[in-house]
């Protein structure tokens, strides 16, 4: 670079002042780079012109910036120029950048995506679980990271510490999750690319988790029989009651709501399932008797199955299944276990089709297109399934009022 684009000395600088001066100075470098003497201070500036517009851009305050650190930030602008690119507009959009880049921690965007997608898409048992995943596992490695700078690595190493204490299920829900909070961060623009697509195979396959069912008349007839003699508190007692009969999902059982019931129908519709649809279940009579009871003593609350310690709230999730392991039914039997049986027996010994059990399990059941069918298809058919399943399980109940230890079941 020639003499004159470097025309001061460390040495000028140093001793340049306003009271040497006496009156705001500016000892020029070249290039547009001056040094701006005033009485408050010293300050590096550059001249350019952009766009026909003469602009100052402030590079630092002397000695904190050298004379050169200055010229290699004046250099680092007329590179800018030679693209047509502002340098103040630049360092504008840096600037913007970096507060963007600090502000989106992964923490601050797995939040988002919980409250506008997450709970939207699923239960609320379902997103109360995968938040509480994160925040035990993913948030104290993660959390703070800006969510554009964590890298694979960073996500393995979460990954890992869940593996070695065992969970490996859950080493595996936090990977999709993780996986889905970065394919969101990437549609609104914080992040280049989902992470988690690095990963794919580094974890051993988990076995899947099946639940415990009971799945033989003879079998069922004594749960039924044991059920009618549990001792536990009415809602309790009357939940547990309903379970076989309407086969729900534990979660949607629990936060049924009295205005989702059409009496004169006599059917029950939810707008949303964990899987994110609505559906409607058809009410035998038995089930209608059991509602009636039940709003004798909680018609008050919204809920159907109020919680103990607040009607405000529904009952626990852990309501029924503690109630199944009180009556020593641990490993045999679960609240999920009564889908499983409903599952078969309904497919094996009642002759139901296929797509109409699914269809009342609330899954998402697809024509030859691909289509979801909607929560009305087959509802006539779901009607009559329902009563003739409610009345096979009352015939089973019927036929065994003795209760004997239960000793096999199937797990499916």
């Known amino acids: 670079m020639s003499r004159t684009m470097n025309k001061l000395t460390k040495n000028t600088i140093k001793h340049a002042s306003f009271e040497k001066f006496g009156k705001r100075t500016k000892l020029a470098d070249g290039g547009g780079l001056y040094l701006d ?97 994160l925040e035990m596992y993913a948030y104290p490695k993660l959390g703070r990271q800006p969510i554009a700078e964590v890298e694979p690595t960073d996500v393995l190493a979460v990954l890992r510490d869940i593996e070695k204490a065992g ?16 394919r969101y961060a990437v549609s609104i623009g914080c992040a280049r690319r989902d992470v988690t697509g690095d990963l794919r195979g580094i974890l051993p396959p988990s076995k899947p988790k099946h639940h415990a069912a009971i799945v033989t008349p003879d079998e069922i007839a004594k749960l039924l029989n044991l059920i009618d003699g549990y001792w536990g508190t009415p809602t309790v007692r009357l939940a547990l009651n309903m379970s076989p009969y309407v086969f729900l999902r534990p979660g949607e059982l629990r936060t049924m709501r ?30 209608v008797e059991i509602l009636h009871e039940l709003h004798e003593i909680n018609g008050k609350s919204e809920w159907v199955f109020p919680n103990g310690h607040s009607r405000k709230r529904p009952m626990s999730d852990n309501g029924i299944n503690s109630a199944l392991k009180r009556m020593e039914l641990r490993d045999i039997m679960t609240p999920h276990g009564f889908r499983a049986m409903a599952r078969t027996v309904l497919a094996e010994r009642l002759g139901f089709p296929t ?58």
């Open 37 to 133: 003497v005033q009485k408050a201070g010293r300050y590096w500036r550059m001249k350019y012109r952009f766009g026909g517009k003469e602009k100052l851009l402030a590079l630092g305050v002397y000695p904190s910036i050298s004379l050169k650190e200055a010229r290699t930030k004046r250099d680092e602008a007329k590179r800018l120029l030679a693209d047509s690119i502002d340098p103040m507009t630049h360092r504008s959009s840096i600037k913007t950048e970096r507060i963007q880049t600090a502000t989106n921690t992964f923490k601050a965007v797995a939040e988002e995506w919980l409250e506008h997608v997450h709970k939207k898409s699923v239960g609320e048992t379902t997103s109360g679980r995968n938040e509480r995943r």
């Open 167 to 182: 969970h490996l299920e859950s080493a595996h829900r936090v990977k999709t999750l993780i996986g889905q909070i970065f």
């Open 258 to 287: 009295w205005d989702e019931i059409d009496w004169e129908d006599a059917t029950w519709a939810r707008e949303k399932t964990k899987n994110g649809e609505a559906f409607i279940v058809p009410l035998a009579r038995q089930v």
């Open 355 to 412: 797509e109409i059990i699914e269809m009342q399990l609330a899954h998402r059941v697809r024509d030859v297109h691909g289509r979801a069918y909607n929560r009305t298809t087959w509802l006539p058919e779901r009607r009559t399934m329902m009563k003739k399943w409610a009345d096979y399980l009352d015939g089973l109940k019927a036929t065994n009022k003795n209760v004997t230890p239960i000793h096999r079941a199937e797990k499916v």
